[in-house]
């Protein structure tokens, strides 16, 4: 049996300009190469790329002393934390609602999870015209006002992402073993004594991955934040630099190398990768956490 | 039993009860939808002013608005539906075939190349686009990449990790007899794959499908950066420079145009919504 095994083997190997060649190609151009080309100028001053010159780390001092950056890093952070909040909160009532056997409940779940499929774009531009319809009547903007900017983003973010983090709570709710809710009703165990002591402890996992989903969605948020509010209003510092006070950091990331003209895009680049190495330590993180769940499974 | 029937009632009332709540709830939720509906047929100065009311005698405006909108922001919409369109279409079976391809290959051979290949899409998966937008962009004009026909390569190169990442997930949960017993029977390795793998595959193949096309459809900044957007617009972008263009932006046509483009993602939802659930939800467990 294992002649056989490798035999096929080898038969395969001899195609695997076929089966990898396009992928590996493909990847080579859209991923592997720009990645590294990315570090590499991270640390150069350049206008195009050929004329790259290395200066160390200049790029990461400036990026990390950019007020801007700054302000969007924490401005990111609170968006990304108070979504996840509201968030999983929200779709993890609707779910355990949901999974009660409740007359239309396919119907309910169709509906919120229909926002999921609009893109960033679109749902800023729906949104934005609402916030506008409602703030008229005030003699405002969302584009006007930082507060009204936070909010009209988080309300978007909720009814973007609720039906989506639903699906995955159902899951995990309808994956609850009978019999131990059964055993806690005959305990004589109350309705809120159940659900905090047998049914959230058993979707803990999917608690878990919806928590670092909506962390990174929230992190990684541009679309939306760009057709939204794009960023304004702006407050210009003491030094002259503006600061846009509702831009998040790839907002702010995209602004510094397609909008502050091409001096700084090695900073830009910096800024770049140190958004690569906080979102990439975000998602690490789940995959360690998922795969560990698998193992244990 | 007396005592049972009442909580059986009480139980049922609760539940109506929640049922009632839910369809407000449920209202309220498409009401962002329907403003676009009602807005669409309004007359520009209306959307602003009466946002949510429904259009009166003074107010509507007919199909004025689709009309307007079909070239408004001095590019035809028809030409950003059908860019959108082949790009979606291009990229999606672009991805599934190759990469079903090649997370065949890894699973099943698993050389020491493989396995790179394969930490590399993993890794590709955390990696934000704002990495390597500049570079991809670049690098994409100077390979000619920068048209709607050429730009699904782009697309395969940058979702190669997570469809790789799916495909070898499920590979590898499929029994090795049964392709040995095709190679028994004489089937090459390229027969195998197609005649017996890939059929094998469809669950995945649709998960897969469907995470791809409301990716690359949805996607904003990829093709703003690597097309040419003076000759190539596709409807994220189209609706983003109707705002970016002008001062004053025409709200009712922007509207408009935004009907238009959310009634074939809504049609597509509601046509293939068990498959689409399914996809993300698998999507989002793995990745």
């Not at chain 1, 531009?125 to 409602?134: E, H, K, P, R, V």
């Not at chain 1, 509010?229 to 510094?256: C, F, H, K, R, W």
């Not at chain 2, 040995?180 to 890939?198: H, M, N």
Request: charged share 10%.
């Amino acid at each position: 049996m294992a002649s056989t095994k490798n035999s096929i083997r080898s038969a395969t190997r001899r195609w695997s300009w076929l089966f990898l060649g396009p992928v590996v190609a493909a990847f080579i151009i859209g991923f592997v190469w720009p990645f590294f080309q990315g570090i590499y100028l991270s640390f150069c001053r350049f206008k195009l790329i050929s004329d790259a010159q290395l200066t160390g780390l200049d790029n990461y001092g400036q990026a990390l002393a950019d007020i801007s950056f700054q302000h969007s890093f924490w401005y990111t952070a609170l968006t990304a934390v108070v979504s996840l909040v509201l968030i999983n909160v929200l779709a993890f009532m609707v779910a355990y609602v949901l999974t009660q056997n409740i007359k239309g409940s396919n119907l309910f779940r169709t509906v919120f999870f229909m926002p999921n499929l609009i893109g960033g774009i679109v749902l800023g531009y729906i949104w934005s015209m609402i916030f506008d319809g409602i703030l008229a009547a005030y003699n405002t903007s969302i584009l006007l006002n930082t507060t009204y900017g936070f909010w009209g983003l988080i309300i978007l973010m909720c009814w973007q992402q609720v039906g989506y983090m639903m699906i995955i709570y159902i899951a995990g709710l309808q994956a609850v073993p009978e019999d131990m809710l059964e055993a806690a009703k005959i305990d004589g165990a109350t309705k809120w004594q159940t659900l905090f002591k047998v049914t959230i402890p058993n979707v803990m996992p999917s608690i878990t991955i919806c928590m670092f989903l909506s962390l990174t969605n929230g992190f990684k948020l541009f679309d939306q934040n760009l057709a939204l509010t794009g960023g304004l209003p702006y407050i210009i510092q003491p030094d002259g630099s503006t600061v846009n006070t509702t831009e998040m950091l790839a907002l702010n990331i995209y602004n510094t190398f397609y909008t502050a003209g091409a001096g700084v895009r090695g900073v830009a680049q910096a800024k770049a990768v140190i958004f690569f190495i906080l979102v990439a330590g975000l998602g690490l993180a789940q995959l360690a956490y998922t795969r560990r769940r698998e193992v244990q499974q | 039993m007396m005592n049972k029937e009442q909580t059986l009632a009480a139980e049922q009332r609760r539940k109506t009860i929640l049922s009632a709540v839910l369809a407000v709830i449920c209202v309220i939720y498409v009401l962002p939808v329907v403003a676009v509906v009602i807005n669409s047929f309004k007359q520009n100065t209306f959307v602003k002013t009466e946002t949510f009311a429904l259009p009166t005698e003074q107010s509507y405006a007919g199909f004025d608005n689709f009309i307007t909108g079909m070239t408004f922001g001095n590019y035809p919409f028809a030409s950003s539906v059908l860019y959108s369109t082949v790009i979606t279409i291009l990229s999606t079976a672009l991805i599934l075939i190759f990469c079903s391809m090649a997370a065949w290959y890894i699973a099943r051979v698993s050389s020491k190349f493989c396995k790179i290949i394969y930490y590399l899409c993993v890794f590709s998966m955390v990696v934000p686009f704002q990495m390597v937008m500049f570079t991809l962009s670049k690098t994409a004009d100077a390979l000619k990449l920068n048209t709607p026909w050429t730009i699904p390569i782009v697309y395969l190169g940058f979702g190669a990790g997570l469809a790789i990442f799916m495909f070898v997930g499920f590979v590898k949960s499929i029994p090795l007899e049964i392709e040995e017993a095709a190679a028994i029977d004489g089937c090459g390795p390229v027969r195998t794959f197609f005649s017996v793998v890939l059929p094998m595959l469809k669950p995945t193949l649709i998960s897969v499908g469907i995470l791809e096309i409301m990716w690359v459809w949805n996607d904003y900044l990829l093709p703003v950066l690597v097309l040419d957007i003076n000759q190539y617009r596709t409807i994220p972008i189209h609706i983003q420079y109707l705002k970016g263009s002008y001062g004053t932006v025409d709200l009712g046509a922007t509207m408009a145009l935004i009907l238009l483009s959310i009634i074939p993602v809504i049609a597509f939802y509601l046509a293939a919504q068990k498959h689409i659930i399914k996809g993300v939800a698998a999507g989002a467990v793995k990745g």
